[in-house]
């Protein structure tokens, strides 16, 4: 398999392992409170982040140059972004313990035509008409998604996924204010997010953690693949991939982690797509990406425009975001 080939793969697992945590998370949730797994996932990555970093530090003070477990710079920015991936994470598992796995996977990846309007605002000009078009099928896809078998009152879960989509893009417009420009380590980073996590959440769970050492060896499994693989490993590959490939090919072979969510809760969860949610899911994948890519090229656009002028803060979207593997 050729260099590109192989990371091309790479990625599309990564997709692959994100879409299915949405039904490894109701898998969960329907055993165990969600705020106990919750604490186990953040608890579990952290734990192998810490390894991470010990292992790291260890390779250093062999090599005899300097060490700092967490720079300033580091704590500034990983503080409130682990408050807000914290709650990106509660909305997020309770909405996917409510709907189905593949509405969750579907409605969450609104995600990418929110985070560039949270992220021009307070900034001059604005994004294209295209752009408001491509978000007003998703919104359309939104509410085909909702309606089941009929247009009804929305579901509980699907209104939850919609707050945790708002919020995930808010938190990833925000990593973009607080850490372009910064000498910070996305794996420090990361590992200090979810201690932060596993703090905020341990005195909740706390009364549920008898429930934890009870739970049979199939629940172990889901929390250990929520924490290790779409997590920890979803991070590191995702890492090295998109270092050996372009911003633009890393996004689009991204982008296809709520197909991968839609397929994997039909096949291996039994959950069934009427004509009208099959319509949505199809425009949701559709306007998503027609967004990603109008933004992009707008981006590109200003980019060209600016390049003679004094530099400034890029427009954030999502494949310009470092990794946040907790938020998955």
């Known amino acids: ?124 000009g604005g994004l294209p008409p295209a752009f408001y078009a491509a978000a007003g099928v998703c919104v359309l896809a939104v509410g085909l998604l909702m309606s089941g078998n009929g247009f009804h009152a929305p579901r509980l879960g699907d209104l939850l996924m919609l707050g945790a989509a708002l919020i995930r893009a808010v938190h990833v417009a925000l990593v973009g204010r607080l850490t372009t420009g910064r000498p910070i380590r996305p794996l420090h980073l990361t590992t200090l997010q979810t201690v932060i996590g596993t703090a905020l959440f341990l005195p909740a769970a706390a009364p549920g953690l008898p429930e934890l050492a009870r739970a049979d060896s199939g629940t172990w499994l889901q929390l250990l693949y929520l924490a290790l693989f779409c997590s920890v490993f979803a991070f590191l590959a995702q890492t090295w991939a998109v270092q050996r490939t372009s911003a633009s090919r890393a996004s689009l072979l991204l982008g296809t982690e709520p197909i991968w969510a839609a397929a994997i809760g039909i096949a291996l969860g039994g959950e069934h797509l009427t004509p009208l949610t099959a319509l949505g899911a199809t425009l949701m994948v559709t306007g998503t990406y027609w967004g990603q890519s109008v933004e992009r090229a707008h981006r590109a656009a200003q980019a060209r425009f600016l390049a003679p002028a004094a530099p400034t803060r890029p427009v954030l979207s999502l494949e310009a975001a470092p990794a946040d593997p907790a938020a998955r």
């Open 1 to 124: 398999m050729s260099d590109s080939r192989r990371t091309d793969a790479v990625l599309l697992l990564v997709a692959l392992v994100w879409g299915s945590s949405y039904l490894s998370a109701q898998t969960a949730t329907s055993a165990l409170p969600v705020l106990v797994v919750l604490f186990a996932r953040y608890a579990f990555s952290a734990l192998a982040c810490l390894g991470l970093v010990a292992a790291g530090r260890g390779k250093e003070r062999e090599r005899g140059t300097g060490f700092r477990l967490w720079t300033r710079e580091e704590v500034r920015a990983g503080l409130p972004l682990g408050v807000t991936q914290a709650a990106v994470l509660v909305v997020e598992t309770y909405g996917v313990a409510h709907t189905t796995a593949a509405n969750a996977g579907l409605i969450i990846s609104l995600t990418i035509v929110l985070t560039p309007l949270l992220d021009r605002a307070g900034h001059p």
